[in-house]
C-alpha cells in the first residue's frame, strides 16, 4: 500500500533533533502495525515539502532506518518498509510499543503532563542510569543432599534473592514452568542432564553442584 499521505508531527521547540522525532515516529507506525511490511512510504521530496523541511533530512532518515533492516530503499520502486521476517524481528526485539501506549494513557488519566513525566524520565536516567535490577530469581531442583544445601543457604544469607525449590518427580508442567520463571536453576551433579534437556528449550543455564561446598562456585551463582 502506498502511503504517499501520512502525517508526521514535528516540534522545532523539542529537545529531540527534527531528524529523530521522524525516524522515531515511523518506527512506531511500524511498530503498531500502521506500516506494514512493504508498504511504501513518501518520497524523499515528498515528506521534505509536506515538513518544510531540507530533503537531505528526510534521505538520512530513509538511510539509517534501512540500516536498522526496517525500510528497503530500491531504484524505481521508491522506499518500502521491510519484509515480513524483518518487521516480525525487530518487534520481538523491541516489544515495547504497547507498554509505552498505555503509560501515555495512564499518565493522562491521571493528570500528570505527559512532557514533563518523559523529560523527568530522561533526566533521572542522565543523573542515574539503569535503576537497579530486580532480584534474581533461583530454582533448586532436588536440593537433599547437604553440598546443596549450603549454596540454598549462603545464597539466602547473603542476598534477598527469591528462591524456589522443587522435586524432580514434579510434573513435567510444573518443572517446565519453574525453569521458564528462573534466573538461576541449581541442581545436583547426577540431576543435571536431565534438568538440562528442559532448559536447553527455554535457553536456561544449569548449574550443578557435587558433594564440596566450593565458594568460587558459590560466588558464580550469585553474580548470574
Known amino acids: ?18 531528524n529523530v522525532q521522524i525516524k522515531e515516529q515511523i ?23 509536506q515538513l518544510s523541511i531540507n530533503r ?19 531504484k524505481g520502486r521508491g522506499t518500502q518498509v521491510a519484509d515480513e521476517d524483518k518487521i516480525e524481528e525487530f518487534k520481538k526485539q523491541n516489544p515495547y510499543f504497547s ?14 503532563n505527559v512532557e514533563n513525566v518523559l523529560m523527568s524520565g530522561f533526566a ?20 537433599k543432599v547437604s553440598s546443596c544445601i549450603f549454596y540454598l543457604d549462603e545464597i539466602k544469607r547473603m542476598t534477598s534473592a527469591e528462591i ?6 514434579s510434573s513435567e508442567n510444573i518443572l517446565i514452568k519453574s525453569i521458564d520463571n528462573a534466573d538461576v536453576i541449581v541442581t545436583r551433579t547426577d540431576l543435571a542432564e536431565k534438568v ?12 550443578s553442584v557435587g558433594s564440596t ?4 562456585l558459590l560466588m558464580d551463582m550469585i553474580r548470574q
Open 124 to 143: 533521572y536516567m542522565q543523573l542515574f542510569g539503569q535503576p537497579m535490577k530486580r532480584d534474581l530469581r533461583y530454582l533448586f531442583i532436588e536440593c
Open 164 to 169: 524456589h525449590t522443587i522435586d524432580v518427580s
Open 1 to 18: 500500500m502506498e502511503h504517499s499521505g501520512l502525517f508526521f508531527k514535528i516540534d522545532s521547540y523539542s529537545p529531540l533533533p527534527i
Open 99 to 112: 507498554f509505552v501506549e498505555q503509560t501515555i494513557k495512564d499518565t493522562y488519566e491521571l493528570g500528570f
Open 27 to 49: 518506527k512506531w507506525l511500524i511498530g503498531k502495525d500502521l506500516l506494514k511490511p512493504r508498504d511504501i512510504l513518501p518520497s524523499t521530496n515528498q515528506l521534505a515539502d
Open 213 to 216: 561446598n566450593d565458594v568460587s
Open 56 to 74: 537531505n533530512t528526510i534521505q538520512w532518515i530513509y538511510s539509517q532506518l534501512k540500516e536498522e533492516g526496517l525500510l528497503m530503499i530500491q
Open 196 to 207: 538440562k534437556r528442559f532448559a536447553d528449550t527455554a535457553q536456561k543455564t544449569v548449574i
